[in-house]
């Protein structure tokens, strides 16, 4: 059973950048054909897909958020990583980790971390 | 890119069935039978409910169906349970990257 955890600083001031890690269990980021992804959800608001990387490096990332984004990949740890650069208080969101069932480029994320709140404020 | 678009909510009783609309574009649910639906209850993640249209993951009751015409995706609910009670979220794949719709809250009067 694949499970996913996400961890990293709750608060983040203005401006600066947020940087959360995913440690991967039962399953490793460097095998296969899956893909690895972050997902957030403002407080009371809907879903926004952030982006997603492969074991062999290649990234997608949301057109919207794409200027500020980057993902990577700690093998050694078997982590995944965010960093979302220029933050202001729309960033604030739970932020999700999450992976497919599947090893298709179109299989839709199917495990979820538990998620971790981000909050953006001086 | 703007969210898919969802009606916010929508209710039903008990037994009845509830269709839940998705709208999009040819460049997203109209272009790829790559559409999918979550169903999230408070402070828990998301559970995948319905992907490529209409394909429901092992241990997902037949009580839940998908379909597409067009530019448009619809979840559809039979037999309404309270346990429906939640939001629920459409999915599309955009291109080079996937799209999730604004949601809509699901009440089981």
């Known amino acids: 059973q694949v499970q996913l955890q996400e961890s990293g600083p709750g608060l983040v001031k203005p401006s600066e950048t947020l940087s959360l890690s995913c440690t991967v269990s039962g399953a490793s980021i460097s095998s296969g054909t899956y893909y690895w992804a972050w997902i957030r959800q403002p407080a009371g608001k809907g879903l926004e897909w952030i982006g997603r990387i492969y074991a062999s490096g290649i990234t997608d990332y949301n057109p919207s958020l794409k200027s500020r984004v980057s993902i990577s990949l700690d093998m050694s740890k078997n982590q995944f990583s965010l960093k979302l650069t220029s933050v202001t208080a729309a960033d604030t969101a739970v932020y999700y980790c999450a992976r497919p069932r599947g090893s298709s480029n179109f299989d839709p994320v199917y495990y979820w971390g538990q998620g971790t709140l981000v909050t953006v404020s001086s | ?109």
């Open chain 2, 1 to 109: 890119q703007s969210a898919l678009t969802q009606t916010p909510s929508a209710s039903g009783s008990p037994g009845q069935s509830v269709t839940i609309s998705c709208t999009g574009s040819s460049s997203d649910v109209g272009g790829y039978d790559f559409v999918s639906w979550y169903q999230q209850h408070p402070g828990k993640a998301p559970k995948l409910i319905i992907y490529e249209v209409l394909k429901r993951p092992s241990g997902v009751p037949d009580r839940f169906s998908g379909s597409k015409s067009g530019n448009a995706a619809s979840l559809t609910v039979s037999g309404l349970q309270p346990e429906d009670e939640a939001d629920y979220y459409c999915n599309s794949w955009a291109g080079s990257f996937w799209m999730f719709g604004g949601g809509t809250k699901l009440t089981v009067l």
